[in-house]
């Protein structure tokens, strides 16, 4: 049983990013705030850790990021606009949306040094507390949150957690992957961790998916973490150092459902795809358009 101190209440969203591969669309707007449908690619993830039960949104962010902030704040102009023309609707849903008050914090990462740079910068506003962190490029599509999964097995096991996924040999050099005890099992433990292997070094296909909980010291160890794979300071590598030196258990959740990559424009065109397709208000007339392109 895990005691109230422990429990996971905060998330952390790294959203730094410049979106280079999406220019000239992220000149003026933060990739994070593309849409898949109709709702930001960042909006979808804060849902996934809401629908998991966070009350509290870390947004680790940068130069030209400012929009989020005001994405996840309330607009008085539009909503007194909207309750002038009797938009209930319209209200309900921004209502729905908006975290309570003092329930997010800003932060910003000064320079581009990588993931693990990113969330260090986050560890005043984490503080000494077990916390989640999602990346927000990555969107998981399934019946029930990936992260809602991962903190019902921090639940039976605490320690540090990383959704995984296998991916086909030819991509494992484009990701963290981790080597485990049972590859069948839903949640196994880790044995190794390697960032962007090389060719034909990789302990197995599954790669770390974008969601972990990790434990506060990671943060202890991010403050010294030398440069690795990219020239970039690695959160992976931190997190071997805290599996092999400070022997903290670390477990993979097998994550059944599809992600896709909004970093990357198929990934990105897919997810609008699949999330108008999982909605009944856009699936019919969706896929009759589709037939039409496609035939
Ligand atoms: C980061 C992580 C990597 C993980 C990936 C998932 O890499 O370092 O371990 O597999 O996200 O998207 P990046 O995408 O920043 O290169």
New binding site residues.
């Given amino acids: 049983m895990i005691s109230a101190s422990k429990r996971i209440r905060k998330a952390v969203f790294p959203v730094a990013g410049l979106g280079t591969r999406f220019l000239p669309a992220t000149k003026a707007i933060p990739k994070e705030m593309l849409t898949v449908v109709d709702r930001p690619v960042i909006q979808h993830v804060v849902d996934e850790a809401r629908e998991a039960g966070i009350e509290h949104f870390i947004f680790v962010t940068g130069r030209n990021k400012g929009v989020i902030e005001d994405h996840f704040d309330s607009q008085f102009e539009l909503e007194r606009t909207l309750t002038e023309r009797g938009k209930r609707n319209e209200l309900d849903l921004l209502a729905r949306d908006l975290p309570g008050p003092g329930q997010t914090s800003f932060t910003r990462q000064q320079a581009p040094l990588g ?1 693990g740079h990113a969330v260090w910068c986050a560890r005043e506003l984490v503080g000494n507390e077990p916390f989640a962190l999602l ?1 927000p ?2 969107l998981h599509h399934a019946e029930r949150p990936c992260l809602a999964d991962m903190i019902a097995a921090y639940n039976d096991h605490g320690g540090n957690l990383i959704a995984v996924s296998p991916v086909p040999e030819d991509q494992v050099h ?3 992957i981790v080597g485990v005890t049972d590859r069948k099992a839903k949640v196994s433990s880790i044995t190794k961790m390697v ?2 292997p090389a060719r034909g070094t990789a302990p197995s296909n599954l ?4 969601r972990y909980i990790l434990q506060p010291e990671i943060f202890e160890l991010l403050a010294d973490q030398e440069r690795g794979a ?1 020239g970039e300071i ?3 590598d931190s997190m071997i150092r805290l599996m092999e030196d400070l022997k903290q258990p670390f477990h993979a959740v097998r994550f059944d459902g599809r992600i896709y ?1 909004c ?1 990357s424009k198929i990934g990105f065109l897919a997810a609008n795809i699949a999330y108008a397709m999982a909605r009944d208000d856009l699936a019919p007339s969706l896929q009759a358009e589709l037939r039409r392109l496609l035939s």
């Fill in positions: 993931l990346l490029d990555m484009q990701y963290g960032e962007k790669h770390i998916t974008g990219g690695q959160l992976t990559d970093g």
